[in-house]
């Protein structure tokens, strides 16, 4: 039995950005307003399918649901992104830390399965546009939207719980701009073995199911396409989910850069500039995506104008 004296860390440091002197400021301007087009732009989206009565259908509904996941991953992460880049580092308290991974963790499950759920809706909408009212009702399209975010908040919260039951005892100083799960786990002179295997299950169910899920639709979308004798037919078929194949792409290729590269002999400012376009601007991308690619959320935007 290990006899020494631990003394629990009650606060966590966060170093931030550090060697930017010369741009502090350009880099809290800019974050700032992609910080403000993000929610704003987010909002709108939100706001012209609540309005707009042609954008009443399960597809733009599931876009809201995306568009709520990237307003907590923003504001989950870019305010003390803002108050590290201010202060040269930012003390947060240990809980305080273990709630932003939880916040960060749940809106990024929320968004893998959303785009799983919305890669379906558009597999039937295409490959069986029949049948797609009597299956896409709205008692199970519902279920699905609960059913992810239920799953999202479950899932990681059981990771969050682990991560508290562990001892951490110095040091308390994170090299990065928020708590990621990664660099909290360095800090813990416990067994971590069990929480890092609840991770690993854990992105199987809210990362690798959804993933195949997407690809298996899109799949039996683009076969549908190829199958269509008229160029002008295959346009508008693809057309239809253009603007979701997209963000599909942007979502799964961050995440891959990320988490799946090893990145060993990678310095720490790649990787912090890399999750800071995972983090800050991917959200700001989705609604832009949709707006300049979707001609539903433009017709909508025109008529609110």
């Given at each position: 039995m290990d006899e020494r004296n631990y003394t629990s860390v009650k606060e966590i440091f966060l170093l931030g950005f550090t060697n930017i002197q010369n741009f502090k400021i350009p880099l809290f301007i800019l974050l700032l307003v992609v910080y403000c087009v993000t929610i704003c732009g987010n909002l709108l989206i939100i706001a012209l399918v609540s309005m707009s009565r042609?954008?009443?259908?399960?597809?733009?509904?599931?876009?809201?649901?995306?568009?709520?996941?990237?307003?907590?991953?923003?504001?989950?992460?870019?305010?003390?992104?803002?108050?590290?880049?201010?202060?040269?580092?930012?003390?947060?308290?240990?809980?305080?830390?273990?709630?932003?991974?939880?916040?960060f963790g749940f809106s990024e499950s929320i968004e893998c399965l959303i785009l799983a759920v919305m890669a379906y809706d558009r597999y039937l909408a295409i490959c069986n546009p029949l049948r797609y009212a009597t299956i896409m009702t709205f008692a199970l399209f519902l279920k699905m939207i609960l059913l992810s975010w239920f799953l999202g908040a479950s899932l990681i919260l059981v990771t969050t719980l682990s991560l508290f039951g562990l001892e951490f005892c110095g040091p308390n100083i994170i090299d990065h701009f928020f708590c990621d799960?990664?660099?909290?786990?360095?800090?813990?002179?416990?067994?971590?073995?069990?929480?890092?295997?609840?991770?690993?299950?854990?992105?199987?169910?809210?990362?690798?199911?959804?993933?195949?899920?997407?690809?298996?639709?899109?799949?039996?979308?683009?076969?549908?396409?190829?199958?269509?004798?008229?160029?002008?037919?295959?346009?508008?078929?693809?057309?239809?989910?253009?603007?979701?194949?997209?963000?599909?792409?942007?979502?799964?290729?961050?995440?891959?850069?990320?988490?799946?590269?090893?990145?060993?002999?990678?310095?720490?400012?790649?990787?912090?500039?890399?999750s800071l376009f995972y983090t800050v601007v991917t959200p700001l991308l989705n609604p832009i995506i949709y707006s300049l690619r979707n001609k539903d959320i433009k017709e909508a935007f025109r008529k609110l104008i």
């Amino acid at each position: 039995m290990d006899e020494r004296n631990y003394t629990s860390v009650k606060e966590i440091f966060l170093l931030g950005f550090t060697n930017i002197q010369n741009f502090k400021i350009p880099l809290f301007i800019l974050l700032l307003v992609v910080y403000c087009v993000t929610i704003c732009g987010n909002l709108l989206i939100i706001a012209l399918v609540s309005m707009s009565r042609t954008l009443h259908t399960p597809m733009y509904f599931f876009l809201t649901q995306l568009s709520i996941s990237d307003i907590l991953l923003t504001t989950d992460i870019v305010p003390n992104t803002l108050a590290c880049i201010t202060s040269d580092g930012l003390i947060m308290s240990f809980s305080s830390c273990i709630t932003q991974f939880y916040i960060f963790g749940f809106s990024e499950s929320i968004e893998c399965l959303i785009l799983a759920v919305m890669a379906y809706d558009r597999y039937l909408a295409i490959c069986n546009p029949l049948r797609y009212a009597t299956i896409m009702t709205f008692a199970l399209f519902l279920k699905m939207i609960l059913l992810s975010w239920f799953l999202g908040a479950s899932l990681i919260l059981v990771t969050t719980l682990s991560l508290f039951g562990l001892e951490f005892c110095g040091p308390n100083i994170i090299d990065h701009f928020f708590c990621d799960f990664a660099p909290i786990i360095q800090l813990s002179c416990s067994e971590t073995l069990t929480v890092e295997m609840e991770v690993f299950y854990m992105s199987v169910l809210v990362m690798i199911l959804p993933s195949v899920m997407t690809v298996t639709s899109y799949g039996c979308i683009v076969n549908t396409i190829l199958s269509l004798s008229s160029d002008i037919q295959r346009k508008k078929v693809f057309s239809t989910c253009s603007s979701h194949l997209t963000v599909v792409c942007l979502f799964y290729g961050t995440l891959i850069t990320i988490y799946m590269i090893p990145t060993k002999g990678v310095s720490l400012t790649i990787n912090k500039v890399v999750s800071l376009f995972y983090t800050v601007v991917t959200p700001l991308l989705n609604p832009i995506i949709y707006s300049l690619r979707n001609k539903d959320i433009k017709e909508a935007f025109r008529k609110l104008i």
